[in-house]
């Protein structure tokens, strides 16, 4: 799938999800390590933010996590992906396909560059070192769960993220 695609919506990460990031990370920042996910719908259609910290966070079991909303705007997480889903009319996003993985991987990509580009000083004033925060998007029901849950932990992370975390 193309990248270009998603340029809205990545330019809306690009310009909001520093302030959303700070703002989780300022609520645990005495913590040793935070993950902070997005969770979308079976169709894309836009994403919700959950996190959790500590020294015992389990990212596959992220949807027993309490919601705690950011007071930080959010809706470029969810219309730009939610418009960009309405407008693969050639994709059928409401079931397993091909398409619809390259649709996922296409959007990781972009989510890669976005949370790959993140100031390290928003990490630092939070008592935080880049690879003490597990990022990581997923579907909260649907067909690629876990396949999601995988690839993106992979994608949106460093190596030294992952071993912070055990996994390896």
């Known amino acids: ?94 079931n397993p396909s091909k398409e619809k993985w390259d649709f996922a991987v296409s959007l990781l990509t972009v989510l890669q560059q976005v949370i790959g580009s993140l100031p390290n000083e928003i990490f630092a004033h939070n008592n935080f070192k880049k690879e003490d925060v597990l990022f990581f998007a997923t579907m909260g029901d649907g067909d690629y769960i876990y396949k999601m849950l995988d690839a993106s932990i992979r994608m949106l992370n460093t190596q030294k993220t992952l071993e912070a975390f055990g996994i390896a």
Not at 79 to 92: E, S, T, V, Y
Request: aromatic letters at 12%; one cysteine or more; glycine letters at 8%.
């Open 1 to 94: 799938m193309d990248l270009r695609t998603f340029d809205g919506f990545k330019k809306g990460c690009d310009q909001n999800l520093p302030q959303v990031v700070d703002e989780i990370l300022g609520k645990c920042r005495h913590e040793n390590h935070c993950a902070i996910g997005l969770i979308t719908t079976d169709d894309f259609y836009g994403f919700n933010v959950t996190w959790n910290f500590g020294n015992d966070i389990d990212a596959g079991k992220y949807f027993e996590w309490a919601p705690d909303p950011v007071s930080a705007d959010t809706s470029f997480l969810y219309q730009p992906l939610a418009d960009i889903a309405d407008g693969c009319k050639d994709i059928d996003l409401c």
